[in-house]
């Protein structure tokens, strides 16, 4: 008889299919809803928590230190000032300091952003847990017109090593003024990082200031550009920089570098701790994240209220129906687990196509994120608080489907059978 039961509630599901596939939809998209905002929480945190690795100290002009995060390790937004050569040079200097790596930023190449810096880039920049930047073709650029590329610029664009390509000023995705005079070529190709090296072109800082000849009021002088056959004429020492990155011999001496950097006289800068930072980001973060999480569970509530709403518009057009169970032999306790049967599956159903429907979206906005924000989403399969979530959705939807469940046990034969006008 249980078996038949079951097999009545699948078939009572399909006799009101239309009804029942209205509820599963909403029911569908709530739970997407709610493990998409859980997954995106988590992955958008640990693929920030992966972008760097082994950097004590992150030094810029004087601003936030989520900003300075998130304009020199993320590429996102703009600084409010850069960073003298001078100064850098003397922080490099100090007794603490290991190794000190620049970064120029405020150019682009048809929406990439790129970054001027240095060879000890390449040795010193680590991303996840210490694992070290590698090539898939080429090697690291040695010439002042060289540019390495990340792995999304080469495969969206199509680029191979000994291309030519233009860079742009400003950091837009369109731009009017470019460096057409003086051309990159690429001469080597990142391996995939899953961080937002994969979506830039490093160039060194002089090709930086080889571009830049003839800038000095901000705008392009009329015939005045970088001669690469005259290249003693020009001085390309930087003479400002975006910001640094900086590591240290010792942790013991984070904090006193730190303190040194932060009131250094010369000009107002910022160092920042990046473990520190990305905690003052997620807690800025903390409010928006959990009103996310309440709104999906509000919205997971609503569609299982739908289903139960559905489901007790029908309980009194199927008395008859439970008045003949009864008559061949079903017991009331029969007619409970009908209902509570029919809530299990069309929970069961749900929970699928949300999870279908949450991979399918992710696998279409990854490349959207990954472009936009510079975030690597990976797709893997739920974790063990998704699944919790997901059960829990599931417990709410049979808890919540007793009620009709409580009602349809206490109707009678007698009751069933009485025609009423």
């Known amino acids: 008889m249980e078996m038949y039961i079951f097999v009545l509630a699948v078939k009572s599901i399909l006799n009101r299919k239309f009804t029942i596939i209205l509820t599963i939809f909403s029911i569908a998209l709530s739970v997407m809803l709610l493990l998409g905002v859980e997954r995106l929480r988590n992955d958008a945190r640990e693929s920030f928590a992966n972008t760097i690795s082994g950097t004590d100290l992150i030094v810029g002009a ?12 993320f590429r996102i937004g703009n600084p409010t000032n850069n960073v003298s050569w ?4 003397n922080i490099s200097e100090q007794r603490q300091v290991a190794w000190t790596v620049p970064l120029s930023l405020g150019d682009s190449h048809r929406g990439f952003r790129v970054l001027g810096t240095n060879q000890d880039y390449f040795r010193h920049y680590r991303y996840a847990v210490d694992r070290q930047l590698e090539f898939a073709s080429g090697n690291v650029f040695e010439g002042i017109f060289d540019a390495v590329i990340g792995a999304d610029v080469a495969r969206e664009l199509g680029y191979r090593p000994g291309q030519e390509i233009i860079l742009a000023h400003g950091t837009g995705e369109v731009s ?11 001469v080597g190709i990142l391996r995939k990082t899953g961080t937002p090296v994969d979506r830039t072109v490093h160039v060194s800082l002089q090709g930086i200031e080889a571009i830049h000849v003839g800038w000095e009021n901000g705008s392009p002088t009329p015939g005045r550009q970088y001669d690469p056959n005259n290249p003693q004429l020009y001085d ?11 590591g240290l011999k010792s942790r013991i001496a984070t904090f006193r570098v730190q303190r040194y950097i932060n009131d250094y006289p010369e000009e107002p800068l910022l160092a920042v701790l990046p473990g520190v930072a990305l905690q003052e980001l997620w807690d800025t973060m903390a ?5 996310l999480l309440a709104i999906s569970v509000l919205v997971v509530l609503v569609g299982i209220t739908g289903m139960t709403t559905a489901i007790l ?4 057009e199927r ?7 009864r008559s061949v032999g079903a017991r009331p306790w029969h007619i409970f687990v009908l209902f509570v049967g029919e809530a299990g599956v069309v929970m069961g159903i749900a929970a699928l196509a949300g999870i279908v429907s949450l991979y399918a979206l992710q696998l279409v906005a990854r490349p959207l994120i990954q472009s936009r924000l510079g975030l690597y989403l990976p797709v893997h399969p739920p974790s063990l608080h998704e699944l919790i979530l997901l059960l829990a959705a599931m417990a709410a939807g049979m808890l919540v489907g007793l009620v009709p469940a409580y009602l349809a046990y206490r109707y009678s034969l007698a009751d069933g059978m009485t025609i009423r006008i």
């Open 62 to 73: 004087r601003s936030g230190q989520v900003q300075l995060l998130l304009y020199s390790v």
């Open 86 to 89: 001078k100064s850098y040079q």
């Open 176 to 186: 009017f003024v470019k460096h057409t005079g003086n051309p990159f070529h690429v």
């Open 236 to 246: 390309l020492q930087p003479r400002a920089i975006t910001a640094a990155l900086v």
């Open 287 to 291: 409010i928006a994240q959990q009103a």
């Open 313 to 316: 518009t029908s309980l009194n």
């Open 319 to 325: 008395r008859r129906e439970m008045a003949v169970l």
